[in-house]
């Protein structure tokens, strides 16, 4: 698995504005839900993509069916789906979005073919991680436990 320097992740996360999420969930219990949730309060403009809840709004943007329905230039596509489904999703990212400067895998999301890819375009490519925990652990925003929890103890 590559490995990514704090700096790296960093920079992705500081300069990325638009995030598209593949995979995102109506459901608020996912982990897809509440990454793209987070995603967004911390002030990136986060695009659903589930072709299963077309035309609904979720964090003040209309759910897409597909990334070649986003009008907007895009930074970085997050992916939450399975690594086989991860190849067509890359070539229509690469497609859809000139300018597009990340592919983000989630955890346990790995194909390093559509990486080796993406990386040849110029793309930078993570994978295996979550930008959520990356943002909360590189931002500080780490509490007890791993989670940010907002409560602060006296104790630790």
């Keep these: 698995m590559p490995e990514y320097s704090d700096n790296v992740l960093k920079t ?3 300069r990325t504005k638009v995030i598209a999420v593949v995979g995102v969930s109506m459901n608020p219990v996912r982990p897809s839900y509440y990454v793209a949730r987070y995603l967004s309060l911390k002030g990136y403009t ?3 993509v589930n072709p299963g809840h077309v035309g609904k709004e979720l964090f003040g943007q209309t759910v897409r069916a597909s990334l070649s329905e986003i ?3 895009v930074d970085m596509v997050d992916v939450f789906r399975r690594s086989e489904a991860v190849p ?3 070539d ?3 497609d859809a979005f000139p300018s597009l400067r990340t592919i983000w895998m989630q955890i346990g999301v790995e194909h390093a073919e559509a990486a080796a890819k993406a990386r040849a375009r ?3 490519v993570v994978m295996n991680r979550c930008p959520k925990i990356e943002y909360q652990r590189l931002f500080g925003e780490l509490r007890m436990g791993g989670f940010s929890t907002g409560i602060i103890s006296s104790k630790l």
Excluded: D, F, N, Y
């Design 12 to 14: 992705i996360l500081q």
């Design 46 to 48: 986060v695009i659903p």
């Design 71 to 73: 009008t907007k230039p």
């Design 88 to 90: 067509p999703i890359v």
């Design 92 to 94: 229509e990212a690469l």
């Design 122 to 124: 110029g793309v930078e």
